[in-house]
Each structure stands twice: as C-alpha cells, then as structure tokens.
Nanobody, 115 residues
Framework: QVQLVESGGGLVQAGGSLRLSCAASETIFNILARAWYRQAPGNERELVAR???????NYADSVKDRFTISRDNAKNTVYLQMNSLKPEDTAVYYCNVAALGRSYWGQGTQVTVSS
C-alpha cells in the first residue's frame, strides 16, 4: 500500500515562507500528475498547484507568483515552496498523486499563518 507522507507545515508569520514535502513510500507507476490541495475550516478542499508528468504546472489564482511546485522523481517527492504567506493561506495542505486508475492522498499537514 503506497503511502504519501507530508512534512514541512507549521506556524509562520505573514510574509514568511515554508516548504512542504510529500514523499511516496514506494515508486508509483503511470503517474499523470502530482498536486497540492488545501482545506480551510468550513471550506471545500481546493487545488493549490499541480505538476503533470510532462512538467506542465498550474496554480490557483490566489497563490500565483507566490507558490512553486516542483518534484524530484528520483526521491519520489513533490515539493511546494510557499513565499509571501498570508493569513488566508492557513489550511491543512494535502498532497495528491494521480496515476492511471488510482489516486493517492497524504494525511495532510497544517499550515498556520499569523497576522
């Protein structure tokens, strides 16, 4: 059973930075895309950033020019560099790996941005 383990969340002041990591416990085959989602209390889970197997990236409008998604295939890891954080970025962040016929989720990591 593949597991995705996220790390790097925490408490940061507005304007600060965090880097989230999501490592897969084993190699996942036929990956279509890796992505980060977030869910704030009372809100639906939303897509934050995604990177396809062909390295195409897309971002939510609210994080463009502040967040960067990247991956290291050799390490089975996807990253989310978050700069210029705002209080409205506060949420639980989840990584997702979409493969042919399967979708994997991490357990989530809390990001809290204080004003």
């Amino acid at each position: 059973q593949v597991q995705l383990v996220e790390s790097g969340g925490g408490l940061v002041q507005a304007g600060g930075s965090l880097r989230l990591s999501c490592a897969a416990s084993e190699t996942i085959f036929n990956i279509l895309a890796r992505a980060w989602y977030r869910q704030a209390p009372g809100n639906e889970r939303e897509l934050v950033a995604r990177i396809t197997s062909g390295s195409t990236t897309n971002y939510a409008d609210s994080v463009k020019d502040r967040f960067t998604i990247s991956r290291d295939n050799a390490k089975n890891t996807v990253y989310l560099q978050m700069n210029s954080l705002k209080p409205e970025d506060t949420a639980v962040y989840y990584c997702n790996v979409a493969a042919l016929g399967r979708s994997y989720w991490g357990q989530g990591t809390q990001v809290t941005v204080s004003s």
